[in-house]
């Protein structure tokens, strides 16, 4: 298995300001994904981090708004930039290691946008 | 596009009873992932399926994966209180491109009262 873990696990931010969301995993992987969870809702991509390349974004989601990094086969950061209210959520990060594997998913920063 | 629909989204059950929570995705994959979330909580891994017919079980919980029909099923034997949590099927594609990335069902929220 691998254990993720995120910081910041909340955060309370005004409107129009920036978060990076960092997150880190306990051992090399293959794969890292970031997702957007909704209280009560589902899981929705955001991307795949690639590590030594650009991020791979899912329709709807744009780099300009959620640039992504991922330096090496551990670490990765998210950020949320020029916030609004609407990107109030969770925001988890998952990694694999194997096609097939199953995705390890980090504890989550619940972020409140006012 | 790959779609997960589940059903029930919302399970009321006896402690005691059996019933069955159903998984169906929309197009060809070998490959189906069952996670548990606990209120306030990250997802947990519950099982990984990844051919036709395969069964797995854990407890009181067993899931199988039939790829012709494009459904996984989550079955509960007699429940207990503690099985009480949100239960997210998730399919990847089986090979090529995004056969990493998971796609989403909406979850079903399971209460199980006394």
């Known amino acids: 298995s691998a254990v993720i873990s995120q910081k910041p696990s909340r955060d309370i931010c005004q409107r129009g300001t920036s978060l990076t969301i960092q997150c880190q995993v306990d051992?090399?992987?293959?794969?890292m994904f970031w997702y957007r969870q909704q209280p009560g809702q589902s899981l929705t991509l955001i991307a795949t981090?690639?590590?030594?390349?650009?991020?791979?974004?899912e329709s709807g989601f744009v780099i300009d708004k959620f640039p992504i990094s991922r330096p090496n086969l551990t670490f990765s950061t998210l950020t949320v930039s020029n916030m609004s209210p609407e990107d109030s959520s969770i925001y988890l990060c998952s990694a694999t290691r194997s096609e097939g594997e199953t995705q390890y998913f980090g504890p989550g920063t619940r972020l409140l946008v006012l | 596009e790959l779609k997960v629909e589940q059903n029930p989204l919302f399970l009321s059950m006896q402690e005691g009873k059996n019933y069955t929570i159903y998984c169906n995705y929309s197009?060809?994959?070998?490959?189906l992932y069952w996670y548990r979330q606990d209120p306030g909580k990250s997802l947990e891994s519950l099982f990984v399926l990844l051919s036709n017919g395969a069964v797995k079980q854990e407890g009181r919980l067993m899931a199988s994966l039939d790829t012709k029909a494009r459904l996984s099923t989550l079955h509960i034997t007699a429940a207990v209180h503690d099985l009480s949590a949100t239960y997210f099927c998730?399919?990847?594609?089986?090979f090529g491109a995004g056969s990493y990335q998971l796609t989403f069902g909406k979850g079903t929220k399971l209460s199980v009262i006394p």
């Open positions: 998730a399919v990847s594609k089986a």
């Open positions: 051992s090399q992987v293959t794969m």
């Open positions: 981090a690639n590590q030594g390349s650009e991020a791979t974004y």
């Open positions: 197009t060809t994959s070998d490959r």
